[in-house]
T-cell receptor
Framework: AQTVTQSQPEMSVQEAETVTLSCTYD???????LFWYKQPPSRQMILVIR??????QNATENRFSVNFQKAAKSFSLKISDSQLGDAAMYFC???????????FGQGTRLTINP | ETGVTQTPRHLVMGMTNKKSLKCEQH?????MYWYKQSAKKPLELMFV???????ENNSVPSRFSPECPNSSHLFLHLHTLQPEDSALYLC???????????????FGPGTRLTVL
């Protein structure tokens, strides 16, 4: 079975600085998707960024980018120019290609200091 | 209403009560999900419905009973729950394209359940 591990329960960063959230996963599959979801306090979980395992190029969405290291089974999220609105729980998730089930990590609570 | 809505947002119930959680999606999707989010634990997938048929049941106790009357509505019927069932219950939906391509799951705001 696949597992996802986020080793940082909490992180904090100064506004306008850059922060990197870590995620590792375990799988025997070669084709899958990886995701970062954001869950603001008392608000809905939304997708931040996704990565297809067969793509070597790291995904980027505005200030959010990933460092996908397939051999190391690592999938970190970098947030540049952090903003107060980035404060949230961030979840890393895995999905096998052809499956509907998302496997989530434990989450990292990100605090932005003004 | 847009996206995925859930009612009620908060629920407090005793162990002998029977209650239901409701989820409605306004996105035209054909798959719906129930997740359980407990403190300091990863989100756990409970049930998946695709085209109104249950396609996954992740060893969930029978005190949780899902119902999907149509592609837009999903219920979670609760009875004789335990205090350890207190959690945030999230509903999600997606467009199931036969499992071959990426299908983003859109989440509702959740129901915060407290079992006394």
């Amino acid at each position: 079975a696949q597992t996802v591990t986020q080793s940082q329960p909490e992180m904090s960063v100064q506004e306008a600085e850059t922060v990197t959230l870590s995620c590792t996963y375990d799988t025997s599959e070669s084709d899958y998707y990886l995701f970062w979801y954001k869950q603001p306090p008392s608000r809905q979980m939304i997708l931040v960024i996704r990565q297809e395992a067969y793509k070597q190029q790291n995904a980027t969405e505005n200030r959010f980018s990933v460092n996908f290291q397939k051999a190391a089974k690592s999938f970190s999220l970098k947030i540049s120019d952090s903003q107060l609105g980035d404060a949230a729980m961030y979840f890393c998730a895995y999905r096998s290609r052809g499956a509907q089930k998302l496997v989530f990590g434990q989450g990292t609570r990100l605090t932005i200091n003004p | 209403e847009t996206g995925v809505t859930q009612t009620p947002r908060h629920l407090v119930m005793g162990m002998t009560n029977k209650k239901s959680l409701k989820c409605e999606q306004h996105l035209g999707h054909n798959a719906m999900y129930w997740y359980k989010q407990s403190a300091k634990k990863p989100l756990e997938l409970m049930f998946v419905y695709s085209l109104e048929e249950r396609v996954e049941n992740n060893s969930v106790p029978s005190r949780f009973s899902p119902e999907c009357p149509n592609s837009s509505h999903l219920f979670l019927h609760l009875h004789t729950l335990q205090p350890e069932d207190s959690a945030l219950y999230l509903c999600a939906s997606s467009q199931d394209q036969g499992g071959e391509e990426y299908n983003e799951q859109f989440f509702g705001p959740g129901t915060r359940l407290t079992v006394l």
